[in-house]
């Protein structure tokens, strides 16, 4: 198994564009922020708003369910080695605390039936 680096960083969800991307402020620590930051939920796919009815009904799902949960909220964002993915998002996975219990948001996508889990 590959070894992963992964950085965890406090954040709050300004917006959720898809399914699997959402726009972030990060808090770096030591009065340092990135504002608006777009970030890419990793290991995961989800429909997309494009394409036929039936693919933008399932995408327009993924992202209503994912606003839902996250929209406006203190979440943690652990990013993949700190790069980049193909369209210039962080990759990340996203952290929500409920009632005292870590919930890993890219898996309750997966098991909510919003999203698959894709390697890439």
């Known amino acids: 198994m590959q070894n992963i680096e992964l950085y965890a960083y406090r954040a709050k969800v300004r917006s959720v564009y898809d399914g699997d991307t959402i726009r972030v402020d990060i808090d770096l620590g030591m009065k340092t922020s990135i504002i608006n930051e777009p970030i890419r939920l990793y290991r995961i796919n989800a429909?997309?708003?494009?394409?036929?009815?039936a693919e933008k009904e399932k995408g327009r799902a993924a992202r209503?369910?994912?606003?839902?949960r996250l929209d406006g909220k203190d979440i943690y964002v652990k990013t993949l080695k700190d790069k980049r993915g193909k369209?210039?998002?962080?990759?990340?996975d996203i952290w929500l605390e409920e009632n005292?219990?870590?919930i890993n948001i890219n898996d309750e996508m997966v098991s909510a039936g919003h999203a698959v889990y894709k390697d890439y």
């Not at 429909?47 to 009815?53: A, C, M, Q, T, W």
């Open 47 to 53: 429909p997309e708003l494009r394409g036929s009815e």
């Open 64 to 68: 209503d369910y994912l606003r839902q």
């Open 87 to 92: 369209y210039g998002r962080y990759i990340a």
């Open 100 to 102: 005292g219990r870590w």
